[in-house]
C-alpha cells in the first residue's frame, strides 16, 4: 500500500503555547480537578504540532506546498468518502497518538492489522502507536471502538484513545454540549459522557476490572508498583521481559512509578503492542488504583508521563476513575488503499 498523503491541517494560531480550554478533553467531572487539567503544561507540544495548528493551511505531503483551506473544510474533509482512499484524523493525548478512523458504516474494519502496522511505521506510515476505529454499536450501544497496536495486536481498551474518541465523534457528530453515548470495547460497555465543556467521563465498570486485575494480578492491567527513579530505567531492556515473560499469556503493559508523594506519581510505561509510549490512560489509571492499594498513595494523584500530566482521582463515593488530560487533534489525512 503507497502512503502518499494529502493532509489537511485543522490548525489554531500557532503560538506554542496556547492550550486552549477545547483542547482539555477530560474523563473528570471534578471542578477541584479542573483547574489542574488548564494547568496542562504546554511541554509536549511538538514544533510539528505547533506548525501544524493553522487552520487555514493544507500541506500537501507530495509537493510540501501551503495552500489557504477554503471556509469549513475541515468539516468537508470529515464528509470525504472516495473509494480507494482512507480518509482519517490523528490525534494524540499527551504525545500517545493515533489514526482515527470513521468507520460507522460497517462493522468490520477498514484496515487489516497489517495495515495498521504499516500505517504506524513513524518512518514509512503516517506514524502512531495504534489505530482506533469508531464503528456502529452492538448489542443496543451507540457505537464500538476497535483498536489496532502499532504492532497489528488487538488490545481491549485505551484510556487516552478514549478520550481521542470522543473528541472524534463530537466533531463526526457536530456534539456540542453535555453529549452522552455508549460505547462497546474489548474491556466491556464504556459509557463516556461528553460535558458541557468538552470534558468525558469514563465509567465504573473498568475500575471493577482495574480492581479485580489488581487483586487477581490479571495480565492485562497488572501494575508493578516499583520505588525506583524511573528516568534511570532502560525501558527497552526492562520492558520487554515484563510484555513477553510466560506469567502473562496474553502479554502485558507494565508500568513503572515513582511514588514522589501520596498525591503526585511519576511514571513511565512499557505498553503491550506499542513499546514505550509518551503516554498511557488505562496505565496511569491501574497505577492510581494499585498505589491506593498499596498504601503508597491518597485517591486522588496527579500522574506524571513523559508526554505530560494525568489528573487522576479514583473516587470512593462511586467507585468511578476521573481522569483529566488533553485529546488533540494533529491532523487529516488520506492515504490509497
Ligand atoms: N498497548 C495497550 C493499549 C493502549 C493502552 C494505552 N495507550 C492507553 O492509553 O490506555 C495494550 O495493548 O493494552
Redesign the pocket.
Known sequence: MAIAATISLPLTSPTRHSVTRRSITSLNVSPSSSSSSSSVQPSFLTLETVAFRNPNFRVSATSMSIEALEKGSQTSFLDRKESGFLHFVKYH?LG?DFILVDNRDSSEPKLTPEQAVKLCDRNFGIGA??VIFAMPGINGTDYTMR?F?SDG?E???????VRCFARFIAELENLHGKQSFTLHTGAGLIVPEIQDDGKVILNSRIIQMLHLSHANMNN?LKTWIILLYVDELNLADIGPKFEHHAMFPA?T?TEFVQVISRSHLKMRVW????GA?L?????ACAVVVAAVLEGHAGRSCTVDLPGGPLDIEWREEDNHVYMTGPAEIVFYGSVPL
Open positions: 493525548g500517545n502507536d495504534g483498536i497496536n495486536s488490545p481491549e481498551m485505551c484510556g487516552n484513545g492485562w502479554r503493559n505498553e503491550r503492542g506499542a509510549t503516554a498511557c490512560g488505562t496505565g
